[in-house]
């Protein structure tokens, strides 16, 4: 009895993001590190810069190879074919392309993946694939992005000094007002959130004796001088 087995395993990658007002062209950058396939030939399909599934063919030259110009934006997916039925990968997840947003990551795994651990935390995802008689196998991983935009953050700190009999009450409560230069003028500023108080509807600043208040200020409008 002769037995075949296939080694045209492939490996999947699906980016999906979600959140609020997200740039087109935001992307996820990805490195993927295959071991136990030296000399093999892979063919690996990633989106061009027009969003269409280009192929190209490697030729695996180490026990552990790796490929890092990988970037998905949301729905788009990566393909890695040709691999070997011992091979094993690494998928690591590292960054997004904008550097003004912040991201965590859960991955679903699927198809036939052997030994396969998941780790959403780092973004990782590690494994093999399950032997087969009859046919490759094929694994499939998506990665879902929560994406929001982050903050700056000004700290405005009130300091009091003086003699002791002089010095104002530490329950003295100072008011102060934000403003953004605009040309040649100053104009009131209040397109901020408190760090502490984020739902605070009234943009009113207050410090209470020595204290310091923080304010969350979207990147582009802390773009500026204040």
């Known amino acids: 009895v002769c037995t075949n087995k296939y080694s045209a395993n492939s490996l999947q990658i699906t980016k999906k993001m979600s959140g609020n007002s997200l740039p087109g062209n935001l992307a996820a950058n990805f490195k993927v590190t295959i071991n136990n396939s030296n000399g093999k030939t892979i063919k690996i399909r990633k989106p ?18 790796s490929i890092s110009d990988i970037a998905l934006k949301n729905n788009e997916t990566c393909i890695i074919s040709g691999l070997d039925a011992n091979s094993t ?11 003004n947003y912040k991201y965590d990551a859960q991955i679903q795994s699927g198809g036939d993946g052997k030994n396969v651990e998941v780790n959403n935390g780092n973004k990782i995802v590690t494994g093999g694939f399950q032997e087969k008689e009859d046919g490759s196998s094929h694994v499939n991983f998506t990665f879902t992005n929560a994406v929001e935009r982050k903050n700056k953050v000004l700290t405005l700190t009130k300091k009091l000094s003086g003699f002791m009999e002089l010095r104002p009450s530490t329950d003295q409560k100072y008011t102060f007002e934000l403003l953004k230069r605009k040309g040649a003028k100053w104009k009131k500023f209040e397109d901020f959130t408190f760090a502490d108080t984020p739902a605070k509807a009234d943009k009113t600043i207050e410090i209470t ?3 310091s208040v923080k304010l969350n200020i979207d990147p582009e409008d802390a773009e500026g001088d204040f």
């Open 89 to 99: 990968y690494k998928v690591e997840e590292t960054g997004i392309t904008d550097e």
């Open 48 to 65: 061009d810069d027009s969003g269409n599934l280009a192929e190209e063919s490697k030729t695996v030259n180490s026990n552990e190879y």
């Open 209 to 211: 004796g020595a204290g």
